[in-house]
Nanobody, 123 residues
Framework: QVQLVESGGGLVQPGGSLGLSCAASGSIFKINRMGWYRQAPGKQRELVATITSGGPTNYAESVKGRFTISRDNAKNTLYLRMNSLKPGDTAVYYC?????????????????WGQGTQVTVSL
């Protein structure tokens, strides 16, 4: 089991910056992949960025060059730095952690989610 708690959301003007944090607790040593997802009103939840335990990152095309995902393993914390924010970035942002699990000889990944934090980009 893993518990995730996000913080850092809020209201920011277009072109501004904001940082999100996600504190992880529980079976954190099992976490392989962590990431940020977002869900805007009336839309499906979408991937923003992911980072694996080995360090490789992956970004949605819409945020490449503007957002940076990072993790501090010593602090068990995941971060998302968001620059040059646009109104289209307005959404609830969720922290995600993937834990591999072996069952009956097969590997699975269990997903854990935080409660979400609201990011609003508006004048």
């Amino acid at each position: 089991q893993v518990q995730l708690v996000e913080s850092g959301g809020g209201l920011v003007q277009p072109g501004g910056s904001l940082g999100l944090s996600c504190a992880a607790s529980g079976s954190i040593f099992k976490i392989n992949r962590m990431g940020w997802y977002r869900q805007a009103p009336g839309k499906q939840r979408e991937l923003v960025a992911t980072i694996t335990s080995g360090g490789p990152t992956n970004y949605a095309e819409s945020v490449k060059g503007r957002f940076t995902i990072s993790r501090d393993n010593a602090k068990n914390t995941l971060y998302l730095r968001m620059n040059s924010l646009k109104p289209g970035d307005t959404a609830v942002y969720y922290c995600n952690a993937g834990l591999p699990r072996k069952s009956a000889g097969m590997w699975y990944v269990d997903d854990y989610w935080g409660q979400g934090t609201q990011v609003t980009v508006s004048l």
